[in-house]
């Protein structure tokens, strides 16, 4: 099956830096997403991006389709954004079957 | 709105037990789905629907049956619980294969 890597693991800011985190997936997609769950468990969709690029206020995402790869950006991070950020796709004819990746871990310090 | 429901948020099973973990929605989603949550790993399907009436498995199917009869409900059964099912659960909805609303999980420990 398709396998969906992210990194880094795991990852420590200052409160006004900059980050990006990084999907790698070994197959073609037709479904990408990211999602955050914050540190109490609550899961929110960021993302439906299986090509080009939007943005969401701080928050903006680039998938490279046909370099299997998607790029999730946090400029200006602020304490609130810390969590867990996941991307997670879908491939063939199973788009609603997402396959998770396990997670960038993001804690950013006042 | 509430969007989805999960219930219980907590339970404790005996290992041989069956339980039922509740999940509704009132924003008229045609898809739910039920995923679980290890410790350290992202989310696993269990089953998704993409309508009332009908199922689909997921990755990790075994151990779980669920039924769609209305829009609103997805219920989840676990048969026969074992400790490897210990675990959190969620519940999700969307309108189409994005958009996804989650419940707020159910901890679930097998003893």
């Known amino acids: 099956g398709i396998q969906v890597e992210q990194s880094p693991p795991d990852l420590i800011l200052q409160e006004g830096a900059n980050s990006t985190l990084r999907c790698n997936f070994s197959d073609s997609v037709n479904n990408l997403q990211w999602f955050h769950q914050n540190p109490w468990g609550q899961l929110i969709n960021l993302f439906y991006i299986p090509s080009g690029t939007k943005q969401n206020g701080r928050l903006s995402a680039t998938t490279v389709a046909t370099e299997r790869y998607s790029l999730l950006y946090i400029s200006s991070s602020q304490t609130t954004d810390s969590g867990v950020y996941f991307c997670?796709?879908?491939?063939?004819?199973?788009?609603?079957?997402?396959?998770f990746g396990k997670g960038t871990k993001l804690s950013v310090k006042p | 709105n509430a969007g989805v429901t999960q219930t219980p948020k907590f339970r404790i099973l005996k290992i041989g037990q069956s339980m039922t973990l509740q999940c509704t929605q009132d924003?008229?989603?045609?898809?739910m789905y039920w995923y679980r949550q290890d410790p350290g790993m992202g989310l696993k399907l269990i089953y998704y629907s993409v309508g009332a009436g009908i199922t689909d498995k997921g990755e990790v199917p075994n151990g779980y049956n669920v039924s769609r009869s209305t829009t609103e409900d997805f219920p989840l059964r676990l048969e026969l619980a074992a400790p490897s099912q210990t675990s959190v659960y969620f519940c999700?909805?969307?309108?189409?294969?994005?958009?996804?609303?989650f419940g707020s999980g159910t901890r679930l420990t097998v003893v």
């Open positions: 999700a909805s969307s309108p189409s294969d994005y958009g996804y609303t």
């Open positions: 997670a796709v879908a491939y063939g004819g199973s788009q609603g079957n997402l396959i």
């Open positions: 924003m008229n989603h045609n898809y």
